[in-house]
């Protein structure tokens, strides 16, 4: 692997990282005067270089004029096809004669041009017609994945044709080439359909809450009165569409359309009650919706006949081979509701009638039947992981976003033969914050996600067996709009998150290096003001912490054995966060010791003070190594008090529940003379007991209130090494509510 500082001699200010890069002394002089000339290229795509050069680079090439004597830029479509770069690669070389950029495919041209773009000075657009100063180079470049996508969420905020353009010119720039688009969620339908126009006079409008947060958008607070008239929305047109894939695939980016079905359907069953499982009043959502609750009526064959016939509309606008068709979060149940298809006496029948297992059985059926009606129109279906569940065809391709699941997904997808999208929430949703305790960013500050972070990201996770590896194509972020409510803000998200991405998705592994991306970061960023984009102006880098000690005695445990608490120089940080535990946005912290055979590990642990709720889990831990997919067994507390119990039985595997009697809300403690309903969630919390013990291949767990049961609450065999790691963890949304939990009277036996 080239080291970091070879990389920086060796290279170019160019996003992403070029394959191969030879710097050369001395520059060329581009300017007007020099002679724009096209082989082999079609005029649309001409036009697009000329329009390029003059917003890009303030350089108006006629075609009447331009002298050789002053250079010249040659485009070149590849007549002998150079199996080197393949179907998105280019070459460039800048020479004291001119400029060549050659491909095989337009798309390469328009990434060969980018490049270009990057190697002009940021202001460029400024001083041109003097000439602009290019470093002879040259560059055989290719990516790493055909699949380099970026998600945008249009549903929870709409946006305007101009800033989707915008967004594509971003995409295009840093060679990004597929364009996921978000059209329907339950907050609003975006997409016209002519045979179902509710959905547009309906579905993609929602009364208005103007001044109020999103996360104050409260149900119950703020649902829509009623005669109370919807004034926030807005559909793109099909003209508005064509538009936009037209302008898309100018610069080599394939527009996907994604609807989701069958769940997040609030605003079909506002627009078209009758596909429901009841007669429940749904409405277009306004602010937080969790848990969902709509969803398509399974056994009505209505709802199969309105989703075809909106498929057969889509596939006659859009002229990629991909219909993204949602299937996530279909299956969430509250403690008010128990899932529809349970109660639907049409969806029970359509289960009983076509013999399947389960309600994940019926949304299988229902996707492949969507499945089998796009094939007919050449297309292929494209779902979030959910999809694997219920049953797919190995055609369909699965979106891994689950990223607390680890590699689970993906070995399942393997197992099933399915080609995968990478776009776990662990690296890839732009929505959640890249730096912490910053006022340009409203969402919730446990949802941190830094560009170091965002950078580490490699679509294909390293240990993945071969017979996954082969099957990803490539990776994505998303956008959720959320909290998101104007163009500037969403740029902020994206950027400079985006470029990281492009250098996971585009740049060999080896030619990626994060200390000379930062690097890298100023000049772009100067690029991307001339272009009067907005961004997150700090490097927000993954955080590291220490466990709280201000308990008297928590520094100086009295034991057996040698465990290591020493917190300011032996604090085990698994950094990056959240990867085995249930919920992907928090960060694992732990304290170990290296242990032979036999133990006990006992601790007193506390959740106190403000905030308390939101320290997601501590506890107790075994893993056979320090590695994020290691087998291991826990017992833990969380913020709510409710135990928790669980193991890995296979290295990478799902993290699983143990269910006992004692999980009960009997761990929930309250002051005392307080009712239970009184109390708030951040009320003081007082300390509990865990235990660890290992006795050969047995894990026991057990869990008290003051002390322990004679009875263990748990027991789980685990075929672990003899030489092992125990330790305390905590599990948090952000480090500052390490704060809230504390150990104490810390036993290794």
Request: with cysteine; proline share 5%; net charge negative.
């Amino acid at each position: 692997m080239i080291s970091c500082q070879q990389q920086a001699v060796n290279s170019v200010n160019i996003v992403p990282e070029p394959v191969q890069v030879e710097i050369q002394k001395g520059y060329f002089s581009l300017s007007e005067k020099s002679l724009l000339l096209f082989e082999g290229t079609d005029c649309a795509f001409e036009q697009y270089v000329r329009q390029y050069f003059s917003d890009y680079l303030g350089l108006s090439f006629s075609q009447e004029k331009g002298n050789e004597k002053y250079g010249t830029v040659i485009f070149r479509l590849n007549t002998d096809y150079d199996k080197t770069v393949g179907e998105e690669g280019y070459r460039l070389e800048v020479n004291k004669e001119g400029i060549t950029l050659t491909a095989n495919t337009h798309a390469g041209l328009v990434y060969a041009l980018q490049s270009l773009y990057q190697l002009t000075p940021a202001d460029v657009a400024k001083n041109s017609p003097k000439g602009i100063q290019i470093p002879q180079v040259k560059i055989v470049d290719y990516p790493r994945f055909e699949w380099r996508g970026s998600h945008r969420d249009v549903s929870r905020h709409f946006f305007d044709v101009e800033h989707i353009k915008r967004h594509l010119d971003l995409m295009a720039l840093y060679k990004m080439n597929k364009f996921h688009w978000h059209l329907t969620d339950d907050h609003g339908w975006r997409l016209e359909i002519d045979k179902y126009p509710k959905l547009m006079e309906i579905g993609a409008w929602r009364v208005d809450r103007p001044g109020i947060s999103w996360a104050k958008l409260k149900e119950q607070e703020y649902a829509p009165k009623e005669g109370e008239p919807s004034t926030y929305g807005g559909y793109y047109t099909k003209e508005q569409v064509r538009d936009i894939i037209n302008y898309a695939a100018q610069r080599g980016i394939e527009v996907i359309p994604e609807i989701e079905i069958p769940g997040h359907c609030s605003e079909i069953l506002a627009a078209y009650p009758e596909f429901g499982c009841d007669d429940f009043p749904y409405y277009v959502q306004i602010g937080p919706y969790w848990p969902p609750k709509a969803i398509l009526c399974g056994g009505n064959d209505k709802v199969m006949t309105f989703l075809k016939d909106v498929i057969d509309e889509m596939a006659e606008l859009f002229p990629s081979e991909y219909i993204h068709i949602g299937g996530d979060e279909a299956f969430i149940e509250s403690e008010t509701f128990k899932h529809n298809w349970e109660l639907c006496p049409k969806c029970q029948k359509r289960i009983k009638d076509l013999k399947l297992k389960n309600p994940e059985a019926l949304q299988g059926w229902m996707i492949c039947e969507i499945e089998q009606h796009a094939k007919k129109h050449g297309k292929k279906i494209i779902g979030w992981d959910e999809i694997l569940e219920g049953g797919v065809t190995a055609d369909a391709i699965v979106m891994y976003w689950r990223g607390w699941l680890g590699n689970e997904p993906l070995m399942e997808a393997a197992h099933k033969g399915n080609l995968v999208i990478s776009t776990p929430t662990t690296h890839c949703y732009y929505d959640y914050n890249q730096i912490e305790e910053d006022p340009n960013q409203e969402g919730p500050k446990r949802h941190y996600l830094p560009l170091e972070k965002a950078y580490a990201f490699d679509p294909i996770p390293e240990g993945l067996p071969e017979e996954a590896a082969k099957l990803i194509i490539g990776g994505q972020c998303n956008l959720w709009a959320e909290y998101l409510y104007t163009p500037k803000e969403s740029e902020y998200m994206l950027l400079p998150r985006l470029l990281a991405l492009s250098e996971s998705v585009w740049s060999p592994v080896d030619r990626k290096c994060w200390e000379h991306f930062v690097k890298k970061l100023p000049e772009q960023k100067k690029r991307l003001s001339a272009l009067g984009y907005n961004y997150c102006d700090e490097v927000g880098l993954i955080r590291e912490a220490k466990f709280n000690k201000n308990k008297s005695d928590v520094g100086n445990p009295k034991m057996k054995g040698s465990f290591t608490y020493d917190f300011a120089n032996d604090m085990y940080t698994l950094r990056g966060g959240g990867y085995d535990m249930w919920y992907e946005r928090d960060e694992f912290f732990m304290v170990w010791q290296e242990v032979t055979g036999d133990f006990k590990l006992s601790a007193k642990v506390a959740f106190e003070g403000e905030g308390a709720h939101l320290l997601r889990k501590m506890g107790l831990m075994i893993r056979e190594s320090l590695d994020e997919d290691a087998r291991h067994a826990n017992v833990s507390l969380h913020g709510n008090m409710l135990a928790a119990l669980q193991y890995r039985m296979e290295k990478g595997g799902e993290s699983k529940d143990i269910r006992s009697a004692n999980q009960t809300n009997q761990y929930l403690i309250y002051p005392e003379g307080l009712a239970p309903e009184q109390v708030e969630e951040n009320t003081p919390i007082m300390p509990d007991h865990l235990m660890l013990e290992r006795v050969g291949n047995k894990i026991i767990m057990k869990t008290g209130i003051g002390s322990y049961s004679d009875q263990p609450d748990a027991t789980v065999e685990i075929d672990l090494p003899k030489k092992c790691y125990v330790g305390l963890f905590i599990c948090s949304h952000s480090v500052d509510l390490l704060e809230t939990g504390y150990f104490w009277n810390v036993k290794l036996e």
